[in-house]
């Protein structure tokens, strides 16, 4: 676990394998059980005859209504983010859920940072995805230190990634292929995002924010977040409204 606290620490992100599989495999049931209730087949191959309304439609029945998915991908991987936020920490109450079809442009993320999105500046994301990303077809992260440099010079006059492209750093970025059972887990001053699939490759994750209990929260609060406190058992329970 050094090593991966090391990484945290040098670059702003880390990624994370799960031992306890069994839990984000709750969270792909939960996935599938909600795509076929709105009658959409949710397996990777089947999204790509989804219309985009549909996959809209998927997307916000999930992040309402899916339940203790929050958990289960925090607990997927506590013994190792229990490290970095400690016992008791803020945790969002539902997770997004971002099913994407390859051609569409609501595939792509623009270059963004949490941080300018409300969240505190001394927070975390957890993204985990739902089956295996390959081709770089996930998401990019820029390291914590690049993501200082491209802000240090931002007017905020334009895009965040048309003033990546002004200053030459779109090579610095670093996309993300992980399998099932792994994350990426970053800080929310790390700029990131994902571009338009070009490849007839779909794809699913999930994510959610995290915080220790005693860092400013910013513009985010009790609506966005509840309590959990970690157990004797390496899992974190629920102890807030």
Not at 80 to 94: A, E, N, P, T
Not at 95 to 108: G, H, I
Not at 115 to 142: A, C, R
Not at 152 to 173: A, G, R, V
Request: proline share 1%; with cysteine.
């Amino acid at each position: 676990m050094n090593k991966e606290l090391n990484h945290l620490k040098n670059y702003g992100y880390v990624i994370l394998k799960t031992k306890k599989l069994h839990l984000l495999n709750k969270v792909k049931r939960e996935y599938l059980n909600i795509a076929a209730k709105i009658g959409i087949n949710g397996e990777l191959k089947n999204l790509g005859k989804v219309n985009e309304n549909k996959i809209n439609r998927l997307n916000m029945e999930f992040n309402k209504k899916s339940k203790n998915c929050n958990f289960y991908l925090l607990n997927s991987f506590s013994d190792k983010i229990s490290k970095v936020l400690g016992k008791k920490i803020f945790i969002q109450r539902q997770p997004y859920l971002r099913a994407k079809k390859y051609n569409l442009n609501s595939t792509a993320t623009i270059a963004h940072n949490d941080y300018d999105f409300g969240h505190s500046h001394q927070g975390f994301n957890l993204w985990v995805p739902m089956y295996d990303i390959t081709k770089n077809e996930g998401i990019y992260i820029y390291t914590l230190e690049n993501s200082k440099k491209i802000y240090s010079q931002f007017k905020f006059d334009c895009q965040l990634s048309e003033h990546i492209e002004k200053i030459k750093f779109q090579n610095k970025k670093k996309y993300l292929n992980l399998n099932f059972g792994e994350a990426v887990f970053f800080s929310n001053l790390c700029i990131h995002g994902a571009s338009k699939t070009t490849k007839k490759l779909n794809r699913v994750s999930s994510n959610i924010h995290l915080q220790n209990f005693e860092v400013p929260i910013n513009e985010k609060s009790t609506e966005l977040f509840t309590i959990a406190e970690l157990k004797n058992n390496s899992f974190y329970k629920k102890i807030g409204i």
